[in-house]
Protein backbone atom coordinates (compact mmCIF):
# COMPACT_ATOMS: atom_id res chain seq x y z
CA UNK A 1 0.00 0.00 0.00
CA UNK A 2 1.56 3.43 -0.64
CA UNK A 3 1.41 5.68 2.04
CA UNK A 4 3.18 9.12 2.61
CA UNK A 5 3.96 11.11 6.34
CA UNK A 6 3.16 14.19 7.36
CA UNK A 7 3.81 16.59 10.20
CA UNK A 8 0.96 19.19 10.94
CA UNK A 9 2.21 22.69 10.87
CA UNK A 10 0.89 25.74 11.97
CA UNK A 11 -0.77 26.44 9.16
CA UNK A 12 -2.61 23.15 8.95
CA UNK A 13 -4.40 23.66 12.21
CA UNK A 14 -7.92 25.85 11.86
CA UNK A 15 -9.71 27.59 14.83
CA UNK A 16 -10.42 24.53 17.02
CA UNK A 17 -7.18 23.57 17.25
CA UNK A 18 -7.46 20.64 15.12
CA UNK A 19 -6.25 19.75 11.59
CA UNK A 20 -8.23 21.61 9.27
CA UNK A 21 -10.11 20.30 6.20
CA UNK A 22 -7.94 21.85 3.85
CA UNK A 23 -4.87 20.22 5.15
CA UNK A 24 -7.03 16.76 4.58
CA UNK A 25 -7.24 17.80 0.98
CA UNK A 26 -3.44 18.84 0.79
CA UNK A 27 -1.93 15.79 2.07
CA UNK A 28 -4.42 13.50 -0.13
CA UNK A 29 -3.09 15.23 -3.09
CA UNK A 30 0.35 15.21 -2.14
CA UNK A 31 0.12 11.38 -1.40
CA UNK A 32 -1.45 10.73 -4.64
CA UNK A 33 1.17 12.92 -6.71
CA UNK A 34 4.26 11.12 -4.53
CA UNK A 35 2.60 7.79 -6.23
CA UNK A 36 1.82 9.72 -9.43
CA UNK A 37 5.24 10.71 -10.02
CA UNK A 38 6.83 7.26 -8.85
CA UNK A 39 5.01 5.73 -11.34
CA UNK A 40 5.83 7.37 -14.72
CA UNK A 41 3.16 10.35 -13.92
CA UNK A 42 5.78 13.43 -13.43
CA UNK A 43 5.18 16.88 -14.76
CA UNK A 44 7.57 16.01 -18.19
CA UNK A 45 5.97 12.79 -18.41
CA UNK A 46 1.93 14.11 -18.61
CA UNK A 47 3.49 16.96 -20.86
CA UNK A 48 4.80 14.29 -23.41
CA UNK A 49 1.02 12.61 -23.61
CA UNK A 50 -0.37 16.24 -23.43
CA UNK A 51 -2.44 14.71 -20.23
CA UNK A 52 -3.66 16.33 -17.18
CA UNK A 53 -5.85 14.55 -13.68
CA UNK A 54 -9.34 16.61 -13.07
CA UNK A 55 -10.79 16.13 -9.59
CA UNK A 56 -14.74 15.60 -9.78
CA UNK A 57 -15.21 15.09 -5.83
CA UNK A 58 -13.42 14.28 -2.86
CA UNK A 59 -15.71 12.93 0.12
CA UNK A 60 -14.17 13.10 3.10
CA UNK A 61 -15.04 11.12 6.51
CA UNK A 62 -14.36 12.07 9.69
CA UNK A 63 -14.13 10.40 12.68
CA UNK A 64 -11.93 11.70 15.11
CA UNK A 65 -10.39 15.01 16.24
CA UNK A 66 -6.30 15.33 15.63
CA UNK A 67 -3.66 17.95 16.98
CA UNK A 68 -0.52 19.46 16.09
CA UNK A 69 2.24 17.29 17.63
CA UNK A 70 2.63 13.80 15.51
CA UNK A 71 3.00 12.86 12.84
CA UNK A 72 -0.22 11.32 10.31
CA UNK A 73 -0.01 9.51 7.75
CA UNK A 74 -2.10 8.93 4.49
CA UNK A 75 -2.73 5.78 1.94
CA UNK A 76 -3.56 5.72 -0.78
CA UNK A 77 -5.20 2.35 -3.01
CA UNK A 78 -7.07 2.37 -6.09
CA UNK A 79 -10.58 2.12 -5.49
CA UNK A 80 -11.54 2.29 -9.24
CA UNK A 81 -10.69 2.51 -12.85
CA UNK A 82 -12.42 2.60 -16.31
CA UNK A 83 -10.79 -0.06 -18.80
CA UNK A 84 -9.01 2.71 -20.79
CA UNK A 85 -8.30 4.24 -17.82
CA UNK A 86 -10.24 7.41 -18.38
CA UNK A 87 -12.12 7.31 -15.22
CA UNK A 88 -10.31 6.49 -11.97
CA UNK A 89 -11.20 6.82 -7.92
CA UNK A 90 -9.00 6.57 -5.10
CA UNK A 91 -9.39 5.49 -1.43
CA UNK A 92 -7.26 7.39 1.26
CA UNK A 93 -7.01 6.61 5.25
CA UNK A 94 -5.52 8.81 7.64
CA UNK A 95 -3.75 7.12 10.61
CA UNK A 96 -2.33 9.04 13.67
CA UNK A 97 0.88 8.09 15.68
CA UNK A 98 -0.33 5.31 17.35
CA UNK A 99 -2.18 3.80 13.95
CA UNK A 100 -5.97 4.78 14.17
CA UNK A 101 -8.01 5.78 11.60
CA UNK A 102 -8.87 8.87 12.19
CA UNK A 103 -10.52 10.12 8.16
CA UNK A 104 -10.69 8.11 5.04
CA UNK A 105 -11.80 9.96 1.48
CA UNK A 106 -12.93 8.27 -1.94
CA UNK A 107 -11.61 10.77 -4.73
CA UNK A 108 -13.20 10.19 -8.72
CA UNK A 109 -11.55 11.94 -11.44
CA UNK A 110 -10.15 11.67 -15.28
CA UNK A 111 -7.65 12.75 -17.24
CA UNK A 112 -8.13 15.66 -19.59
CA UNK A 113 -6.20 16.36 -22.98
CA UNK A 114 -4.89 19.22 -22.83
CA UNK A 115 -5.59 20.51 -26.34
CA UNK A 116 -8.86 19.82 -26.94
CA UNK A 117 -10.14 19.85 -23.12
CA UNK A 118 -11.59 16.72 -23.49
CA UNK A 119 -11.89 13.82 -21.39
CA UNK A 120 -9.34 11.14 -22.66
CA UNK A 121 -8.08 7.24 -21.97
CA UNK A 122 -4.53 6.49 -20.66
CA UNK A 123 -2.08 5.08 -22.92
CA UNK A 124 -1.29 1.38 -21.83
CA UNK A 125 1.90 2.27 -20.21
CA UNK A 126 0.56 4.68 -18.01
CA UNK A 127 -2.82 2.75 -17.50
CA UNK A 128 -0.76 -0.65 -16.86
CA UNK A 129 1.78 2.15 -14.21
CA UNK A 130 -1.37 2.95 -12.48
CA UNK A 131 -3.39 -0.28 -11.98
CA UNK A 132 -0.14 -1.02 -9.96
CA UNK A 133 -1.64 0.10 -7.06
CA UNK A 134 -3.12 -1.99 -4.33
CA UNK A 135 -6.84 -1.98 -5.09
CA UNK A 136 -9.34 -1.47 -2.73
CA UNK A 137 -11.24 -4.48 -1.00
CA UNK A 138 -14.25 -3.13 -3.52
CA UNK A 139 -12.47 -2.38 -6.48
CA UNK A 140 -14.59 -2.42 -9.79
CA UNK A 141 -14.32 -1.18 -13.01
CA UNK A 142 -16.23 2.08 -14.28
CA UNK A 143 -18.11 3.78 -16.22
CA UNK A 144 -19.20 6.73 -17.17
CA UNK A 145 -22.42 6.15 -15.26
CA UNK A 146 -20.18 5.45 -12.08
CA UNK A 147 -19.21 9.52 -12.48
CA UNK A 148 -22.60 10.64 -12.71
CA UNK A 149 -24.34 9.10 -9.29
CA UNK A 150 -23.58 12.55 -6.83
CA UNK A 151 -24.92 15.51 -7.73
CA UNK A 152 -26.33 16.84 -11.35
CA UNK A 153 -25.43 19.52 -14.04
CA UNK A 154 -27.12 22.91 -12.82
CA UNK A 155 -29.53 23.93 -15.73
CA UNK A 156 -27.76 27.44 -17.62
CA UNK A 157 -31.75 29.06 -17.11
CA UNK A 158 -31.46 28.86 -13.30
CA UNK A 159 -31.49 31.71 -11.46
CA UNK A 160 -28.40 33.37 -10.20
CA UNK A 161 -26.51 31.28 -12.58
CA UNK A 162 -25.02 33.57 -15.38
Same mark, same amino acid.
Given at each position: MYKKEF???WSDIDANGHLANTA???????????????????????AKHNIGPVVF =???? =? =?????????????TL????????GMYFEFAHDFYDHKGRNFASCEMMGAWIGLKDRKLTGLPSELFEN???????????VLTKEDTRKFGKKPKEDQPGLS
Open positions: EIRYINFMSHTRMGFLMKNGFGQQEM =YEHI =Y =YFREVFAGKPVTVQLKGLSEDLNSLDHTSNFK
